[in-house]
């Protein structure tokens, strides 16, 4: 029952990167109509930011939470600016070369001076240690990274579905000459919404950090699981990609413990099932 518990955390813990990280793909795709190919890329910036900052700047994993979404989000932004907003009215397809071109460049330019072995990133002294629950020793990190991806991907959505800025994104996706006329600046917030799903990316590496080291490659394996992630939840739906990531990590971890043959398959063969079942995912809407 202790490794039963132990691939139950593990799957968590898997669940909440890819709840993260398919929550900014999910704030991308559904506000700007781009299938952001980049994020993997992004969410490794976001891992190398964070070991920037401590090893040169001296400064700590809590201010690191704060400052890597920020400085990542900004050079999604200008991303966005400078590339992405000549795609509007485009095929996806165009979209998904463009960034997946960027993700290429970026992970080549890491991994050209930093090698693809892993960095070390510690700890912070507060989450070290760990708990013993009577049923599995839990290690505060993790049990950390879980409920604060929780807090991160329900405020997320709070402020997309609940708040008047979030009914200002979304209408201004629907119809932005309108939103326009009540003098809205539409092409910044397309801009600040991209640089809010790139900043959620970073945010996971950070997180990431001190448990998988920091590597060129790290978004590379991950980018895959996290659109068939996405998928299943249904392309642009922000509560899918949370419950969707959170369920599919569980279910990866209990799979490795009752099959390990098939955990690195399991997430696809989910996908092909619901798209047989319900083309536009679980909560996706069809267009």
Known sequence: ??????????????????????????????????????????????????????????ISYWWALLLAPVIVG????????????WLTGLDHLYGLLLTFGIALIVQGVFQNYFGSSGLPYSIPDQLKGGVNLGFMFLPIYRGWVVIFSLVVCLATWFLIEKTRLGAYLRAATENPTLVRAFGINVPRMITL????????????????????????????????????????????????????????????????????????????????????????GLTGRAA
């Open 1 to 58: 029952m202790q490794a039963l518990y132990a691939q139950l955390l593990v799957g968590l813990i898997n669940g909440s990167f890819y709840a993260l990280l398919s929550l900014g793909l999910a704030v991308i795709f559904g506000m700007l109509n781009i299938i952001n190919f980049a994020h993997g890329a992004l969410y490794m910036m976001g891992a190398f930011v964070a070991y920037f900052l401590l090893n040169i700047g001296g």
């Open 74 to 85: 900004i050079f999604g932004m200008i991303l966005e600016r400078t590339m992405l907003q």
């Open 193 to 280: 919404t991209y640089g809010l799903g790139v900043g959620l990316a970073a945010l996971a590496g950070v997180l990431s950090a001190p448990i998988n080291q920091v590597r060129p490659l790290m978004g590379a394996d991950l980018i895959i699981v996290v659109f068939a992630v996405v998928v299943i939840g249904g392309m642009g739906s922000i509560m899918g990609s949370i419950i969707t990531g959170f369920a599919l990590g569980v279910i990866e971890g209990l799979t490795k413990y009752f099959y390990p043959e098939a955990s690195n398959t399991v997430v696809f063969v989910l996908m092909v099932l619901v798209l047989l079942v319900k083309p536009t």
